[in-house]
């Protein structure tokens, strides 16, 4: 395992590790709140396979450092350091494999430069350019931010509102929560991403999914264990994405966004098919 630091030249300095293997590379862009082993929840089976397999903690996330201003989280500059991820790790063309804020990275990238982008695997997307700008969402989103900043890893659990979560499922996720939250190195700049990534749009509407001429499968998970990641929006990326394909876990099952192994089946069968 080689590991890179990545200078962005705005306070930010990336960190990346990078699997060796002569398999098509993979690079693994986790979501909002989590860091680089929340892809594929820790899951080796990638490089078992003999893939090679990048991965980075984004801005202000696990072992990465934030930007100066507190406000640089927006898609332009999250999809630009993927870029750099790729460019830093000599990647010309990658398979890209994101969740819900790595996913939307992810194809981000692949509308401003797609040569770059093999394939995509989209895990629980839930950007809706209609109701992102809704007040009451951003209210939402500044109410886990402030709590994070104000009272810690608890009161970010709070906010968040695991009680409200069905009992199947309340204490998986709320441990999830908790463990994720536990390996970023600033919960302040987490805070601030907390604010701004919602407050930024990865593309204009979602008509601009059907430019990405890439296979793309998304994942989706059901709404009741994963409330935050609308199925709807999941199908919708899927129909749109001329190359698209949902998959989803069966009705009562734990979402597929959660079991790593699966997960990384799911990759490594897309990583097959794109070279």
């Known amino acids: 395992m080689t590991e890179h630091v990545i200078d962005r030249g705005d306070g930010v300095r990336l960190a990346v590790v990078d699997d060796p293997g002569e398999g098509a590379p993979i690079v693994l862009a986790h979501g909002l709140t989590a860091a680089r082993r929340y892809v594929v929840m820790g899951s080796r089976r990638l490089q078992r396979a ?46 890209l494999a994101g969740v819900s804020m790595g996913a939307h ?35 939402r ?33 709320g441990r999830a929560l908790r463990q994720r939250m536990a390996v970023h190195e600033r919960l302040d700049a ?14 204009p509407d979602l008509h601009a999914l059907e430019q990405i001429e890439c296979p793309v499968v998304v994942v989706g998970s059901r709404d009741e264990a994963d409330p935050g990641h609308p199925l709807e929006i999941a199908t919708l990326y899927a129909e749109l994405l001329p190359n698209g394909r949902l998959v989803v876990e069966d009705e009562g099952s734990s979402p597929l966004a959660w079991q790593g192994g699966r997960v990384s089946k799911l990759i490594a069968e897309v990583a097959q098919q794109a070279r």
């Open 50 to 95: 003999g893939h090679r397999v990048v991965a980075y903690d984004a801005r202000g996330h696990g072992s990465s450092t934030p930007p100066d201003a507190p406000d640089a989280y927006g898609y332009a500059a999250l999809s630009a350091d993927l870029a750099a991820v790729l460019d830093e790790t000599a990647t010309e063309r990658a398979v």
């Open 105 to 139: 990275t992810s194809l981000a990238l692949a509308l401003a430069q797609p040569e770059r982008v093999a394939a995509i695997v989209a895990i629980t997307p839930a950007f809706d350019p209609v109701e992102y700008a809704d007040p009451a969402r951003l209210a």
């Open 141 to 173: 989103w500044d109410a886990l931010s402030d709590g994070l900043r104000d009272g810690g890893i608890d009161a970010f659990a709070d906010a968040y509102g695991v009680q409200r979560i069905p009992e199947q499922w309340r204490e998986t996720v």
């Open 190 to 203: 987490v805070a601030d991403a907390l604010r701004w990534v919602p407050r930024s749009a990865p593309f």
